[in-house]
């Protein structure tokens, strides 16, 4: 009888909990039994780990009683990451390769049936974990994984391409090293699509500069045509580049739905879900709970096209994500906590069909169909748009005879300003102002504030829409460089907030 223990690592959220695989030799009828709260792909390995063992050359115990224990027991484990621990846990036990050294280090990889490791999702997941529990212990992963998983300095991280390689450096009395994984060589990020692109919607450039200046979510309302989908696919290269942690948090989620990219490491994501998403791909669900939409544009940006094409019950699930900035998934069996910090922006038509407002095109849908059409959007979520404006048409002509617009860099340079504006003075994005360091770092003059109540009073705003309006006056005096908000600041602020029709909601 023996038995031997091997650390590996069970996603849980963004989180990777620790797992302790036993496994157990003994005499009796032979048997292969995997207990611990195993999905069906991790009761598969029985298959893949045994082929695995025999394709490599190696004993397998055919005539012993073997029982995998995956601690612990309540915690779901999913996939193919158990394959590698399981069966160096069957080595140790048998006497194969020595078990002492197996106590330093945590691995997880799926096996081919000739003993090939192959990549495993959320390997960055598991590196930070690692970091965050400072047990000191070497993780094992294979070579792409580990590529990934190495991008956290603080971690070392061995790589194996084969069961083989494994096996030789844990024999008794071994001396081959295993090899320590490094990042993989960074290509040259793919440029983000340039604001000069753009010839004309100033007022449109203008209040996309100030959504990245204050990280503000954003509302572009217009007929077909207008460059709304092209505005928002330059907001992203407005933002700052993000810092160590935030990229390593960006990089973690999207490596546990497998989309990690290292080219683009360091950048904003930008997600554009089809308007057929549904609540759980845009807020997460499923079980085991994964990350949705909202989740895996972390540190980015979120753009909802044809906005009132969405279903509305996934558009408010929206509404706690984007108050709290992180989604707790509840099922009866577990919950499943994970960030949801993303910058909206959402475009949308007029009208069904689309022209209304178009000086170039006659709208010929009546009022009840123009009311049923907008009136998809519930108020509340209208209500946490921080701006709403109009995109106008622009005729050929107009638009042939504009000059180039300015490029993304230049606009960037002001954004990066600005934010660090706000960083100095708050801590934080405008944005995220809570109401009480809002009171303290607003600071608008009495002709400001004059005007905010007074548009507030008129356009029966509530609370929500008070405080918003005034961050957004907080942005546009940063890009101004301004201490004080001033009235000409207040009122743009308070103009980027007409909603839809021409009345804020």
Known sequence: ???????????????????????????????????????????????????????????????????????????????????????????????QIDGSKLDQLECAGELSLAGELRPVRGALAMSLALKRDGSGRLLVLPMLSAAEAALVAEVPVLQAGHLLDLV???????????????????????????LRDIKGQAGAKRALEIAAAGQHSLLLVGPPGTGKSML??????????????????????????????LARWGQRVMRSPHHS???????????????????????????????????????EALREPMESGQILISRAARQALFPASFQLI???????????????????CTPDQVARYQGRLSGPFLDRLDLQIEVPMVAPSALAAAADGEPSSSVALRVAAARERQLARQGCSNALLPPQALDQHGL?????????????????????????VLRVARSIADLAGSREIGAAQMAEAVQLRRGLGGASP
């Open 1 to 95: 009888m023996s038995l031997a223990i091997v650390h590996s690592r069970s996603l849980d959220g963004l989180a990777a909990a620790a797992v302790t695989v036993e496994v157990h030799l003994a005499n009796g009828l032979p048997s292969f039994t995997l207990v611990g709260l195993a999905d069906t792909e991790v009761k598969e390995a029985r298959e893949r780990v045994r082929a695995a063992l025999q394709n490599s050359g190696l004993s397998f115990p055919h005539n012993k009683k073997i029982i995998v224990n995956l601690a612990p027991a309540e915690l779901p484990k999913e996939g193919g990451r158990f394959d590698l621990p399981i069966a160096l846990g069957l080595l140790a036990a048998s006497g």
């Open 168 to 194: 030789a450096a844990l024999q008794p009395g071994s001396e081959q090293p295993l090899v320590f994984a490094q990042p993989s060589a960074r290509a040259a990020a793919p440029a983000l699509p340039d």
């Open 277 to 315: 998403a549904s609540s759980v791909a845009l807020v997460g669900g499923g079980s085991p709970p994964r990350p949705g939409e909202i989740s895996l544009a972390l540190h980015g940006v979120l753009f909802l096209d044809e906005l009132p094409e969405f279903n509305r019950a996934a558009l």
């Open 232 to 261: 928002a696919q330059r907001l992203a290269g407005l933002l700052p580049p993000l810092d160590n942690d935030a990229a390593l948090e960006s990089a973690a989620m999207l490596s546990l739905a497998g989309q990690f990219d």
């Open 346 to 364: 959402a475009a949308m038509n007029p009208c069904p069909c689309g022209h209304l407002g178009n000086p170039l095109r006659a709208c010929r």
């Open 444 to 468: 608008p003059d009495k002709a400001a504030m004059d005007l905010l109540l007074k548009a507030a009073a008129r356009l029966a705003w509530s609370g929500r829409s008070y405080h918003r």
